[in-house]
């Protein structure tokens, strides 16, 4: 079993930044690759970002490619979430998710992860 609790949600105005952060505990965290993912009231949940297990793959949806990076610390278990350039319509719950993978290509797919966080809610007040 992994454990993963999210931090960093909270209320920021557009334009503004916020880091979140998902902490691992449970199984050796560099056997794992990591995923964020969020859902907005009334919709589907949608991948955000990903990260193989050694940092070197990373993949992003195209509505927020160049405004988020997704990071991650192996020695600390904790990927982040960088989020910068803010829009309203980032406004969401976000989750972590773990994949057990050791390879460099990264999952786009929520289906394939096999463990998740509890979620931390992002708002973005316009």
């Known amino acids: 079993q992994v454990q993963l609790v999210e931090s960093g949600g909270g209320l920021v105005q557009a334009g503004g930044s916020l880091r979140l952060s998902c902490a691992a505990s449970?199984?050796?965290?560099?056997?794992?690759?990591m995923g964020w993912f969020r859902q907005a009231p009334g919709k589907e949940r949608e991948f955000v970002a990903a990260?193989?297990?050694?940092?070197?793959?990373?993949s992003y949806a195209d509505s927020v490619k160049g405004r988020f990076t997704i990071s991650r610390d192996n020695a600390k278990n904790t990927v982040y979430l960088q989020m910068n350039s803010l829009k309203a319509e980032d406004t969401a719950v976000y989750y972590c998710?773990?994949?057990?993978?050791?390879?460099?290509?990264?999952?786009?797919?929520?289906?394939?992860?096999?463990?998740w966080g509890q979620g931390t809610q992002v708002t973005v007040s316009s």
């Open positions: 990260i193989s297990w050694s940092g070197i793959s990373t």
């Open positions: 998710a773990a994949r057990r993978s050791r390879g460099t290509i990264v999952v786009t797919t929520d289906g394939r992860y096999d463990y």
């Open positions: 449970g199984r050796t965290f560099s056997n794992y690759a």
